[in-house]
T-cell receptor, first 118, second 115 residues
Framework: DAGVIQSPRHEVTEMGQEVTLRCKPI?????LFWYRQTMMRGLELLIY????????DSGMPEDRFSAKMPNASFSTLKIQPSEPRDSAVYFC????????????????FGSGTRLTVV | AQSVAQPEDQVNVAEGNPLTVKCTYS??????LFWYVQYPNRGLQFLLK??????LVKGSYGFEAEFNKSQTSFHLKKPSALVSDSALYFC?????????????FGAGTTVTVRA
């Protein structure tokens, strides 16, 4: 199992450009979460999906952010247009259902995408 | 509502000394509790969890944590710290009665172990 795979690892873009972050969850995991990490705000949950359906997007900061999960093995987080304050590390995490299956209760995180908007 | 607090932004210890990272939680019922560690430029890695049963749980890399219901705490401990334990540590909680499976994370505690 390759774990949760995120791409790219680093992204530098200019203000106003569109940015797309990608995530491949662990096969068989039903839930996918997108988090943002900054020094000021720590780890923030942006949105999560269950069986490819967005369940809670209340953490998405504004309309410039959108997320999709077209199938069980792929999700994107898009920022359009990007702004310097979007600079952060974006993490994707996944988990299986039901809880407790194979002793699983928490999440598995990807390595993150470090986004810098200049 | 569920939340955790990590009262210390930083913990500094000498190698070989005991290490404690504090966490308190707020959940209506019995919590699920977790510790994660983040090394520089890496994602969060699972260390250990408390779900039910023995209040003392053991995890990866020699870490353990003690669930204390009366004090609503779940402090992370290691008897003898290593320089390689220097990292950012997160406590997290989930209310198992919730159907949304969301974890609430603390702000994190930076641990520095000096040689």
């Amino acid at each position: 199992d390759a774990g949760v795979i995120q791409s790219p690892r680093h992204e530098v873009t200019e203000m106003g450009q569109e940015v797309t972050l990608r995530c491949k969850p662990i096969s068989g995991h039903d839930y996918l979460f997108w988090y943002r990490q900054t020094m000021m705000r720590g780890l923030e949950l942006l949105i999560y999906f269950n069986n490819n359906v967005p369940i809670d997007d209340s953490g998405m900061p504004e309309d410039r952010f959108s997320a999709k999960m077209p199938n069980a093995s792929f999700s994107t987080l898009k920022i359009q247009p990007s702004e310097p304050r979007d600079s952060a590390v974006y993490f994707c995490a996944s988990r299986p259902l039901p809880e407790g299956r194979q002793g699983y209760y928490g999440y598995t995180f990807g390595s993150g995408t470090r986004l810098t908007v200049v | 509502a569920q939340s955790v607090a990590q009262p210390e932004d930083q913990v500094n210890v000498a190698e070989g000394n005991p290490l404690t990272v504090k966490c308190t939680y707020s959940v209506s019922g019995n919590p699920y509790l977790f510790w994660y560690v983040q090394y520089p430029n890496r994602g969060l890695q699972f260390l250990l969890k408390y779900i039910t049963g023995d209040n003392l749980v053991k995890g990866s890399y020699g870490f353990e944590a003690e669930f204390n219901k009366s004090q609503t705490s779940f402090h992370l401990k290691k008897p003898s710290a290593l320089v390689s334990d220097s990292a950012l540590y997160f406590c997290a909680v989930r209310d198992p009665r919730s159907n949304d499976y969301k974890l609430s994370f603390g702000a994190g505690t930076t641990v520095t172990v000096r040689a």
